[in-house]
T-cell receptor, first 115, second 114 residues
C-alpha cells in the first residue's frame, strides 16, 4: 500500500520566493498533520486537519505560512515570502481520523533550504 | 496536559548487546504511547504502540516496550543490537482525550559500535 507521499523531496530557493510543499495522505485517512523538524526545536506540529477542515493551526509560525486541504487526497503548505529561518525538514502525516490515541503515518519529508 | 521525557539524548551500544532507551511520561488521562524510529533522510516510522491492552508491547525489528504505570515509564528494549538499528528514536504520548495531537520526546540517537 502507498504511504504518505510528499513532494518535492528537496527544495532550494532564494529568500523572498514562494514555496509550496505538497502532501498526499494515505487513502481513507481523514486526518492530516504538517510538522517542521529542526535541530534546534525538534519536531513541531504546525497544523492539522480533520475531514479537510483545519482543527488546530496554533503552531503555524506567522502569516507567511498557510495550509490548505481542498480534498481528502491532497494538502499544501505554502510559505510566502520565504526566509532563511524557514529552512527545515517538513513532514506530513495522516491517520484514519477515527478518534484520539491513533498512531500517525509519516511521509519521508521535504528538505527545504532557503538561501 | 501530557509530556514525555527521554532520559538519554545519545546511547551507544556494541553490536549484539542489549539496547535500552528510556522514556518517562506524564498524562492527565489514560495515555496511548508510541515509539517511532527515524533513519537518516527518512520520515518517522512506527515501531510499536501501547493502547491500554497488554503492558508488554512487541514491535517490529525485535523491539519491545513495557508500560509501567507505577513508574510512569515506557522504556524501549531489544535483546541484541544490529548495525541497522542505528537511528533516532522518539517516545510519543497521546492523551486519549480531546484532539488527535501527539506529544513527542526530544529523541534518543542510538549508535551501534561494530
Amino acid at each position: 500500500d502507498a504511504g504518505v507521499i510528499q513532494s518535492p523531496r528537496h527544495e532550494v530557493t532564494e529568500m523572498g520566493q514562494e514555496v509550496t510543499l505538497r502532501c498526499k495522505p494515505i487513502s481513507g485517512h481523514n486526518s492530516l498533520f504538517w510538522y517542521r523538524q529542526t535541530m534546534m526545536r525538534g519536531l513541531e506540529l504546525l497544523i492539522y486537519f480533520n475531514n479537510n477542515v483545519p482543527i488546530d493551526d496554533s503552531g503555524m509560525p506567522e502569516d507567511r505560512f498557510s495550509a490548505k486541504m481542498p480534498n481528502a487526497s491532497f494538502s499544501t503548505l505554502k510559505i510566502q515570502p520565504s526566509e532563511p529561518r524557514d529552512s527545515a525538514v517538513y513532514f506530513c502525516a495522516s491517520t484514519p481520523g477515527q478518534g484520539v490515541g491513533q498512531p500517525q503515518h509519516f511521509g519521508d519529508g521535504t528538505r527545504l533550504s532557503i538561501l | 496536559a501530557q509530556s514525555v521525557t527521554q532520559l538519554d539524548s545519545h546511547v551507544s551500544v556494541s553490536e549484539g548487546t542489549p539496547v535500552l532507551l528510556r522514556c518517562n511520561y506524564s498524562s492527565s488521562y489514560s495515555p496511548s504511547l508510541f515509539w517511532y524510529v527515524q533513519h537518516p533522510n527518512k520520515g518517522l516510522q512506527l515501531l510499536l504502540k501501547y493502547t491500554s491492552a497488554a503492558t508488554l508491547v512487541k514491535g517490529i525489528n525485535g523491539f519491545e516496550a513495557e508500560f509501567k504505570k507505577s513508574e510512569t515509564s515506557f522504556h524501549l528494549t531489544k535483546p541484541s543490537a544490529h548495525m541497522s538499528d542505528a537511528a533516532e528514536y522518539f517516545c510519543v504520548v497521546s492523551a486519549n482525550f480531546g484532539n488527535e495531537k501527539l506529544t513527542f520526546g526530544t529523541g534518543t540517537r542510538l549508535t551501534i559500535i561494530p
